[in-house]
């Protein structure tokens, strides 16, 4: 499986596979965490096909109808007792309740018998003016067919536009872009941009079984803290399934063989959950006290979250692990522990996507790919490198003359050592 990218944001050209595990490298504004966004936007679109739009049509139109119950209800003056104004009554509050503020989905799945009891509260009450037509409006909407591509496009607009911000082009070109997603030689998905817009779409349902199951976005260690939150797509997904992990954690010890290259890291070192106070602990070793999570390092963190996703199987080997530059908060030996353990897991079938800027990192990533895999085919090393005097970059394929990476990320030192 891969992704090619055709004028994407800072990317111009750039062809990444998907399996077994992928590393990309070089200086910062080249597109890199653009590729692992990219790639988590396009499988969650199709994890969520066609199951997301109906959602989201039933979202607008459980907004849309809420000014319309408040209008009726605010200017009905007949008998209190009606059991028609009664139901209507109750669907304001359910409406207004504090679940239906947090997009309770149950909520929406009512929305067409909230639709009908409306409907017939205006027949019943001779109600002919806008509200009636904006209501007729909203049920159009919602029960209007829509195709496979048209679904697909709602879908992948709402994704991608919440995870780049509705920004897809290039600020200073403005040219056209395209994502395709293929399978072998069988283009699965593909997604043209336009003026920040998406301009089409296609999925290919046949192949869709095809797609991985699932993608994982982590780009901060901070998410397995409580209190640590975000709006983003990918980081909210993260701590869904950090809740997840909790429900699991102390029933599920089917995974001790993937998670025992992190236990060797931690060296008697424990995460667990304590179920009374709701949050994650560590403690170094036994007879310590807990800490808390907050109090233990970053680097420490970045295990924490692969090690109870891991061990949950929260994470599994149908899925894509996206890890955007994870050595950020390790000191060069946990570098280099980490390589081994991200490989390890390729050889267990998992599939991994990363970023890194570390020269140690990625010497080891070698080293543990040719000591550990036996397909040397499921490892590539890409380059991201600006294109002078534009605002692209470019990402190449490295594998043949990986000593390229090296050198960018080294060069920088020249300005030390000479001036």
């Known amino acids: 499986m891969g992704l090619k990218f055709s004028k994407f944001g800072k990317i111009k050209e750039a062809t990444i596979e998907l399996d077994g595990l992928s590393v990309i490298a070089g200086l910062n504004d080249t597109g890199k965490s653009t590729i692992g ?61 504090m679940d239906s503020l947090f997009g309770n989905a149950n909520l929406y799945r009512n929305i067409e018998q909230y ?31 829509a195709t496979d591509d048209e679904k697909f496009i709602g879908i992948t607009a709402d994704v991608f536009g919440k995870s780049f911000k509705r920004i897809y082009n290039n600020s200073m070109t403005k040219e056209d872009a395209k994502i395709d997603y293929s399978v072998g030689n ?54 869904t399934k950090i809740e997840s992990a909790k429900q699991r954690f102390t029933e599920t010890d089917n995974n001790t063989d993937i998670i025992k290259p992190i236990d060797v890291i931690l060296n008697g070192a424990q995460f667990n959950y304590d179920t009374d106070q709701r949050e994650w602990k560590y403690t170094v070793s036994d ?69 890194t800027h570390s020269p140690t990192f990625i010497h080891a990533l070698m080293k543990y790919s040719k000591d550990i895999l036996d397909n040397k085919n499921k490892v590539n090393f890409y380059l991201a490198n600006k294109i002078k005097d534009t605002n692209y970059s470019i990402i190449n394929n490295v594998n043949n003359d990986i000593n390229k990476i090296f050198e960018n990320l080294t060069a920088p030192n020249d300005i030390l050592y000479f001036g």
Not at 214 to 237: F, Q
Not at 340 to 345: A, D, E, F, Q, Y
């Open 287 to 355: 007879g310590a006290d807990s800490l808390h999570i907050e109090n233990i390092a970053s680097g420490s963190k970045m295990l924490g979250i692969l090690y109870v996703l891991l061990k949950t199987g929260v994470l599994t080997p149908d899925s894509l692990l996206i890890l955007d530059e994870p050595e950020n908060h390790l000191h060069p030996d946990w570098q280099i522990k980490l390589a081994k353990i991200l490989v390890s897991l390729v050889k267990n079938d998992f599939h991994i996507l990363l970023t």
């Open 115 to 145: 639709l009908e009891t409306t409907e017939k509260f205006i027949q019943k009450n001779n109600i002919n003016d806008s509200v009636s037509q904006k209501l007729k409006q909203i049920i159009i909407d919602l029960r209007k067919e």
């Open 186 to 239: 069988n283009i699965l998905a593909s997604i043209e941009f336009k003026k920040n817009q998406i301009e089409s779409g296609h999925l290919n349902v046949d192949y869709k079984s095809m797609s991985f199951r699932d993608a994982t976005l982590i780009e901060s260690p901070l998410y397995l803290e409580e209190g640590h939150s975000s709006n983003l797509p990918y980081a909210k997904d993260l701590k």
């Open 37 to 97: 966004k990219a790639a988590y936007s396009m499988i969650k679109s199709i994890k969520n096909f066609p199951q997301w739009y109906l959602e989201m049509q039933q979202q607008k139109a459980f907004a849309d109808l809420i000014p319309i119950v408040f209008e009726l209800l605010k200017s009905y003056t007949a008998a209190k007792d009606d059991p028609l104004y009664q139901q209507m009554l109750k669907i304001r509050s359910e409406m207004f309740s």
